[in-house]
């Protein structure tokens, strides 16, 4: 079982930027890859970015260019991190860190969310 926690949301002007973190923990051990994922009100859950434990990224070609995902695998916790430069409105979501585990089951696990508002 592992266990996601993010933190670094809030309010930000327009063309701001702000980074998110989250903090895996548990069974580090069966995470394939890791990622980022969005919900904005009235919309469905979209992938912003995700990363694997080789390092290769993949980017949502509507942040292409002004987040960066990022992860530090420490002894018995992994960091994942999202920069998020060149903020527009439509970036305002809640976003969720996300992690694809492959024991002992393929599953996903997801964490709580952080808001994340772009407004003037």
């Known amino acids: 079982q592992v266990q996601l926690v993010e933190s670094g949301g809030g309010l930000v002007q327009p063309g701001g930027s702000l980074r998110l973190s989250c903090q895996a923990s548990?069974?580090?051990?069966?995470?394939?890859?890791v990622g980022w994922y969005r919900q904005a009100p009235g919309k469905q859950r979209e992938l912003v970015a995700t990363?694997?434990?080789?390092?290769?990224?993949?980017?949502a070609d509507s942040v292409k260019g002004r987040f960066t995902i990022s992860r530090v695998n420490a002894k018995n916790t992994l960091y994942l991190y999202l920069q998020m430069n060149s903020l527009k409105p439509e970036d305002t979501a809640v976003y969720y860190c996300?992690?694809?585990?492959?024991?002992?089951?393929?599953?996903?696990?997801w964490g709580q969310g952080t808001q994340v508002t772009v407004s003037s």
């Open positions: 990363i694997s434990s080789s390092g290769s990224t993949n980017y």
């Open positions: 548990g069974s580090i051990f069966s995470i394939n890859s």
């Open positions: 996300n992690a694809y585990l492959i024991w002992p089951i393929h599953k996903n696990s």
